[in-house]
Each structure stands twice: as C-alpha cells, then as structure tokens.
C-alpha cells in the first residue's frame, strides 16, 4: 500500500484517499440536493397562471349573481338571498380553486398564500371599480357589503377566497400520503 503525507504530515493510505473523496462526494451530493429540494422563487412568471385563472372566478361570480337574481333573489329577502348567494359562490369558487391548485399546485405553502393575496386585491379593486366607477355608487353604499354586524357574510367569502389555496395545498399533502397507504393496503389484502 502507497502511503502519501497529509497536511498534518502523517501517512495514510490510499484506502483513506478514497474514503475521503467518497465523504466529499457525499457532501456536494447533499448540498446540490437540499438546492433542488428548496421551494423556487414565489412570484415571478409561475404566478400569472395564477392571476389568469382569477378570470374564470369572476365569471362563476358573475353567473351566481345572474342566478341569484333569476330565482331566489325574487321570493326572499334581500339579506337571505346575499348570504345563499355568497354561500353557493363560496362552494363553486371553492370548487374551481380545489382544480386549480390540483392542476397547478403551487410550489409552497407561502406561495398558496401569496396566490390567495393575489385574488384576494383583485376582486376587491374590481369590486370597487364596479361600484364606485362605474356605477357610481357612493363609498357608503360601496362597503354596505361589508358590514358584518348587520348580517353581510361577503368578509366571510374574501376570508375564503384568501386561504383556499393554502387549504387545498396543505390537504393534497396531507391526502395523498393516506390514499396511498390505502392503495398499497388494498392492493397486499389481495394478495
């Protein structure tokens, strides 16, 4: 066996060489993968998917309105139909983000939270737009909505709309563990 000197001047051997080029290897192996593993940046080019599908959000809104006005909103009053309303959005809004974090799950918790945030300036700046630019409606009026003291539940559905991505994040991590484990138990009790 070769001997070569180390720094401190000792011999070792070969064997050691590689012992130790093998524990270096290890070492830049784990760095390069805790640098795979880390979550990508939050915003950027990622996150316009994400304002694109709040298009299609407004769009169920706009529809559960139109329903709300075509049937139920004639025979109750105004108060029940805005809080059936807001309650039938929230599940079929709530549908539509369960699909998308689904086809498009974000890379992070944070970045769920950072999605719900997104949508969350968006329906409110074009509410407001809606109300006071457009239909010229006073400020008072504008944030009638608002008043949760007086039974409007419209606070309730931009609380939701905020933490549903972050909700259907944090479940498709929590179900798929156990839907797996129900699959591989299912699949050895057949056996």
């Known amino acids: 066996m070769r001997k070569t000197l180390s ?9 050691d060489l590689q012992k130790a080029d093998k524990a270096q290897f ?7 993968a805790d640098s795979l593993a880390r979550p990508k940046p939050e915003g950027g080019p990622a996150l ?32 029940r139909a805005h809080q059936l309303s807001t309650l039938i959005g929230s599940v079929a ?7 998308v974090v689904r086809a ?12 719900g945030l997104v949508w969350l300036i968006l329906t409110v700046a074009f509410e407001f737009f809606m109300g006071l ?26 609380i939701w709309l905020t ?7 944090r479940l498709r991590g929590a179900v798929q ?5 129900i699959v591989l138990r299912s699949d050895s009790a057949r056996r």
């Not at 998917?49 to 009053?77: C, D, E, H, S």
């Not at 809004?93 to 699909?99: H, P, R």
């Open 7 to 15: 720094p401190r001047g000792r011999g070792r051997g070969e064997g």
């Open 26 to 32: 290890s070492a830049q192996f784990a760095i390069e």
């Open 48 to 79: 316009v998917r994400y304002v694109l599908a709040w298009v299609p959000m407004l769009m169920i809104a706009i529809a559960n309105g139109a329903l709300r006005q075509a049937t139920f909103g004639k025979v109750m009053p105004e108060l």
């Open 93 to 99: 809004i709530g549908l539509f983000i369960w699909l």
């Open 104 to 115: 498009w799950p974000p890379s992070s918790g944070r970045q769920a939270l950072l999605i």
């Open 133 to 158: 630019v457009l239909a010229q409606r006073p400020l008072a009026q504008a944030l009638h909505d608002y008043n949760v003291l007086a039974g409007r539940v419209w606070v309730f559905f931009l």
């Open 163 to 169: 933490l549903a991505p972050w909700v259907f994040f």
């Open 177 to 181: 563990p156990a839907v797996r484990w």
